[in-house]
Every structure is written in structure tokens, then in C-alpha cells.
């Protein structure tokens, strides 16, 4: 998991907590804790992928293009962190002449598809306004 899918939601509950205004990433980013140029990165790849439109100058900012109520953290996971539970190195070498050292990295890139599969499904139950619901109910 890598911490742009978390900003990417925050982002996206705060924006569809002030649906009415535009949001610049001074702003998104003071909400979320982090540097306004690591939101910018964020919010470009939403804005790629539809989630988020954008207009500069005075009064511009980020404003939501989709509905909180249809948009899921899986959408967002698949945008923003898709593959990042797989890791990049392995143990094992297929050219072993040992059954455990030469099946470990296929048996290991199954397991590892099967976990993320379950973890999209979870995050495909969760739409955006579900995350802002639960943030109304901890008041």
C-alpha cells in the first residue's frame, strides 16, 4: 500500500465535504498533514482519471466531477495503488534444483494476487460518502 491512496481519499472526502467551493492544495494539504506538492501530484492523477477537475487563478482550486455516493475506495485503489501489496523482490530462484527454491516466487506471486483481489473487493464495498459518513459519525 503506498501512502498516495491514502492522500487521494482524504482528498476526495475532504472535497466532498465542501462541495459548494473549490479547494486548492494549500488547502488539501493543511486538511491531509502533508507537503501541498505531494497533494498536487495526487490530484493530477485524478484529475487524469476524472475524479477531480481543476481551474487556476484567483478562486481556483480542486472541485469533485463524480459522485461521492458512486466512487469507491476500489476505484480509487486501482488509479492510485494497484500492485503495491506485491513485492518487488522475491525469494527463490526458478533455476534451483530444489522444489521449495524454485516454486517459492510463483507460489508467492499467487498468494500475493489472491490478497490484493480480497483487498480491492473490501475497498469496493466503500464509496467515498460511506468515509465522510463515518467521519460524521465520530463527533
Known amino acids: 500500500m503506498n501512502s498516495e491512496f491514502t492522500i487521494a481519499v482524504h482528498s476526495l472526502v475532504y472535497l466532498a465535504y465542501v462541495p459548494d467551493r473549490m479547494a486548492t492544495s494549500e488547502m488539501i494539504a493543511d486538511n491531509v498533514g502533508t507537503h501541498s506538492a505531494r497533494v498536487r501530484k495526487v490530484m493530477s492523477l485524478l484529475r487524469r482519471s476524472g475524479y477531480v477537475d481543476t481551474r487556476e487563478g484567483a478562486g481556483g482550486g480542486y472541485r469533485l466531477t463524480i459522485d461521492p ?4 475506495l476500489g476505484d480509487i485503489y ?3 495503488a494497484q500492485g503495491s501489496l506485491m513485492p518487488s523482490w522475491c525469494s527463490g530462484n526458478p533455476e534451483m534444483d530444489c522444489v521449495v527454491g524454485s516454486n ?7 498468494i500475493f494476487c489472491r490478497a490484493e483481489k480480497q ?10 460518502q460511506d468515509v465522510l459518513g463515518q467521519i460524521h459519525d465520530c463527533k
Open 69 to 72: 455516493d458512486v466512487v469507491t
Open 119 to 128: 483487498l480491492e473487493d473490501h475497498f469496493s464495498a466503500i464509496t467515498i
Open 104 to 110: 517459492m516466487k510463483q507460489v508467492m506471486d499467487g
Open 78 to 80: 486501482r488509479v492510485m
